[in-house]
């Protein structure tokens, strides 16, 4: 009876026990889509645009030979995504776009009508992400019906999915460098390689699917299409990107190491083998960090080697707590336990140092000042990152105290706190997604800090008679320029023999008020007006044609 009591203990203790292990994966898994599926911040782009000549919403006498375009960082640009559309609706852009450095420059065609020009770009950041945007000039006068900026958006489902197969990829690498590390230096003779074998192949695999996934995903989200929209130019360009370049490389490294590591695990292998083995993890180290963020870093060479470090120490850690929890702690007998943990704990402690100290290093470089910690999403993320880092440290404490006490004769406690701390970490590996994702804080803080784009109020009014472009800048409180441009029908110039204004704000109950404009060219006038009150505006236009033909438009001005 008491037999039957106990046994049922312990089947309730057993179930208990694992009941908390699927709640902790679960939470887990909730934390993983939570940072890298749900929209973040809307700015993505990991380069700004600073300046355009000609100045974006300019108006200028002639017709420019080139349009440059400025970016903060160098970028390449994606074919057939920059283009000037003139007035009459065709190209005037000739050529491909020049690129050097960070500067974009686009040829315009000799022939270019008078009239407003729209640009519309897609270029690539040097970190592999696109920025997208379009802005306006007028050459002579802005045009009656100026083209509408094309739609140009980073579609969220593929930059989310591109994050989730970045983090795929880190828990492949974890799959891949424990079973090899601990097969080749910890593992008990007597036992079977059978299940760390398979662990490492799903690793090699894992590993190979994230980076052809990330090959593909690259192609939609470079041009802006659909998920499966990507032509086969599309991942050509990418291929043949500083991007394609380092996840090909790693493919081909991840084939070789495929190869070299079958004598290592026979126990064939010499020192030529581990050297080159190692010789090769550490080249495919360097294909992450070519591929992200540190490549388009203040440093860039400082950047690379300290975030594959950083990548190295984590596989390494979390690799071999995989490992322990999979296999050691569960097979291996007291005396083996005895042995090896030890060791594993030196190793530990080698790998979480390379991985504080290179996280340090890189954090600075990426976040550049401690407001553009707290006032970024990179900051931000970068803080939740090092609070579950702290944790796992804390863990990683008391799982070293406990072996150093004897955790062989007891391994039951120890796994406990390893458990934990890969649970912690691969919350921290879904916030690393994420930060692959998001501006780095130092981009994202110089970027806020740029001079702001001049804001103007710009419309175009229809009356039976005419059509009147109006523009009032800076749309403010206080004193606003206003210009007046009046065409035909057929969108060319219509002489105006008269030209009268009224500003209005029913809502504050005030009456419309007279302000004078002066007559610059035959279609184009221009005034000063004061705007005290905020609200919209009532600006009222009449325009008389001849002796008899005359009309009047109004156009709504918020004032804020």
């Known amino acids: 009876m008491d037999g039957a009591r106990g046994g049922g203990g312990r089947g309730a203790a057993e179930a208990a026990r694992r009941g908390r292990a699927k709640v902790r994966g679960l939470l887990a898994v909730v934390a993983f889509l939570a940072l890298t599926l749900l929209p973040a911040s809307p700015a993505y782009a990991h380069a700004a645009l600073l300046r355009t000549s000609p100045p974006a919403g300019s108006v200028v006498p002639e017709a420019p030979r080139e349009v440059a375009l400025t970016f903060s960082e160098p970028v390449s640009p994606v ?36 009239g407003t020009y729209l640009v519309s770009y897609r270029v690539i950041s040097a970190d592999s992400h696109p920025i997208p945007g379009g802005f306006t000039f007028s050459v002579g006068a802005p045009s009656a019906t100026p083209t509408a ?7 969220t489902t593929i930059r989310n999915l591109i994050a989730v197969a970045k983090v795929i990829g880190y828990a492949g690498l974890v799959m891949l460098v424990g079973p090899v590390l601990v097969l080749t230096l910890l593992w008990p003779a007597r036992l079977s390689q059978r299940g760390p074998r398979r662990v490492m192949w799903a690793g090699f ?49 991840l084939a070789v190491a495929a190869i070299l590591v079958r004598p290592l695990l026979a126990g064939r292998d010499g020192v030529v083998d581990r050297v080159l083995l190692l010789a090769v993890a550490a080249a495919a180290a360097l294909t992450w960090p070519l591929a992200g963020h540190p490549a388009a870093s203040p440093v860039p060479a400082v950047s690379v080697v300290v975030d594959a470090l950083h990548l190295a120490g984590a596989a390494v850690w979390l690799g071999g707590l ?28 080698l790998a979480v140092s390379t991985v504080l100290l290179a996280g340090v290093v890189s ?58 701390e890969l649970a912690i970490a691969a919350v921290v590996l879904a916030v690393t997604g994420a930060l692959t994702q998001t501006t780095p804080a130092r981009t994202a803080q110089e970027t ?42 057929d969108g060319s110039p219509l002489p105006v023999v008269e030209w009268k204004a009224t500003a209005a704000l029913p809502s504050a109950g005030l009456e419309p008020i007279t302000f004078p404009l002066l007559k610059l060219t035959d279609n184009h006038a221009s005034g000063q007006v004061t705007l005290p009150t905020p609200g919209d505006w009532q600006l009222r236009f009449t325009l008389r044609l001849s002796e008899i033909d005359q009309d009047s438009v109004t156009a709504t001005v918020p004032i804020s």
């Open 79 to 114: 074919a057939d995504k920059i283009r000037i559309v003139g007035p009459d609706g065709q190209r005037a852009d000739r050529g491909k776009p020049t690129v050097d450095g960070n500067v974009v420059k686009i040829q315009v065609r000799e022939d270019a009508p008078k």
């Open 149 to 155: 900026v094309p739609d140009e958006k980073v579609d």
């Open 205 to 253: 695999g894992t590993v190979a699917f994230a980076t052809l996934a990330g090959l593909y995903l690259q192609a939609p989200y470079s041009t802006g299409g659909s998920l499966f929209g990507a032509t086969g130019s599309d991942l050509g360009d990418v291929l043949g990107s500083q991007y394609g370049i380092a996840l090909l490389m790693r493919l081909a490294l």
């Open 322 to 349: 995989l490992m322990l929890v999979l296999f050691l702690l569960r097979r291996a007998d007291n005396r083996e336990l005895g042995a090896i943990l030890p060791i594993w704990s030196r190793w530990a402690a």
């Open 363 to 420: 954090g600075l470089i990426q976040i550049g000042t401690p407001s553009a910690l707290v006032d970024t999403t990179y900051g931000q993320l970068m803080i939740v990152k090092v609070v579950l880092v702290g944790l796992i440290l804390v863990a990683a404490f008391f799982a070293r105290r406990w072996t150093n006490n004897g955790a062989a004769d007891n391994p039951r406690p120890l796994r406990r706190f390893v458990t934990t």
């Open 448 to 489: 806020a800090q740029l001079p702001a784009q001049p804001v103007i109020y710009s419309s175009t009014l229809t009356s039976s008679l005419y059509t009147l472009q109006v523009e009032v800048d800076p749309a403010k409180l206080g004193d606003n320029g206003v210009h007046l441009y009046a065409y035909k029908a």
